[in-house]
């Protein structure tokens, strides 16, 4: 629903937020979207391994694998770098870790930058739809030691790079709660709200658990960054099923009718 509407204006970034819940299955919905349409697809995975987006993928008809054995999808694994560069694993020469500012010897994100520049700019031989770039979850960069400033100056980076110059998407997910004491998490989160196209922000149930509905999402769409428009807002309720996701207004599950 969502995402093939905003795949239809390319150069926008989009924000997925949660609170009281995951939202995870919407960076699980993403990357598989994009790598269905063809796009080349940088994805920064600082939460799970590859193994366990993979098989994610695999029930939404996706292989990870072949896409990667292809060329499409550029993964960094943020788990397995992590513990190289604490316990001294393999590097490239000449070729730094892109989380290189963990081990204190430098201190932005410039190396993360440069890997997503790298991994996204054309080659002569391109033949993709576009250029994406997902991240799970940014949140983990500043668990790392990130500055919030040095956080927004990547995305801000990011965002020119491949929104503005390639014509791409961006597609961050920042976990968070309204509750949080986390004032560098809330700094990052409000910030990239008011930079968002588009907003996705997944709530649970202020009523607690309900096995026919899983929470509800709010799709924020900005219609300008500059103007003091107003943003059109939908909100809908949601069940994660095995494969999919199914959604529906509020009072409209299938156990309601």
């Known amino acids: 629903m969502y995402p093939e509407l905003h795949f239809a204006f390319p150069g926008k970034f989009t924000l997925l937020r949660d609170s009281r819940t995951d939202g995870s299955f919407l960076v699980h919905h993403f990357l598989s979207f994009y790598l269905r349409a063809g796009c080349k697809v940088c994805f920064l995975a600082l939460v799970q391994s ?10 939404l008809g996706v292989s990870l694998t072949a896409a990667k ?21 393999e590097e490239q020469p000449g070729q730094p870790s892109p989380l290189q500012f963990i081990s204190g010897s430098v201190s932005n994100l410039k190396d993360l930058f440069d890997f997503v520049r790298t991994s996204l700019t054309p080659a002569d031989s391109d033949c993709w739809k576009g250029r994406v770039l997902l991240v799970d979850d940014l949140s983990v960069l500043l668990s790392l030691g990130a500055a919030p400033v040095d956080v927004l100056d990547f995305i801000h980076y990011c965002r020119m ?17 309204e509750d949080s004491e986390d004032e560098e998490n809330k700094l990052v989160l409000t910030s990239l709200c008011h930079h968002s196209n588009l907003i996705l922000w997944v709530e649970g149930l202020a009523t607690g658990f309900c096995k026919d509905v899983h929470g509800e999402i709010k799709i924020i769409k900005r219609l300008s960054l500059e103007s003091t428009e107003q943003d059109v807002v939908q909100i809908y309720q949601y069940k994660i099923q095995d494969k999919n996701v199914a959604f529906f207004a509020r009072g409209l599950s299938a156990a309601v009718l």
């Open 50 to 59: 590859f193994s366990h987006y993979n098989m994610v993928a695999q029930k």
């Open 161 to 177: 790079v491949v929104c503005s110059q390639l014509k791409g998407n961006v597609v961050v997910l920042v976990h968070g709660s």
């Open 69 to 89: 054995e292809r060329g499409q999808l550029v993964f960094l694994e943020g788990l397995k770098s992590c513990l190289d560069l604490v316990f001294g694993g």
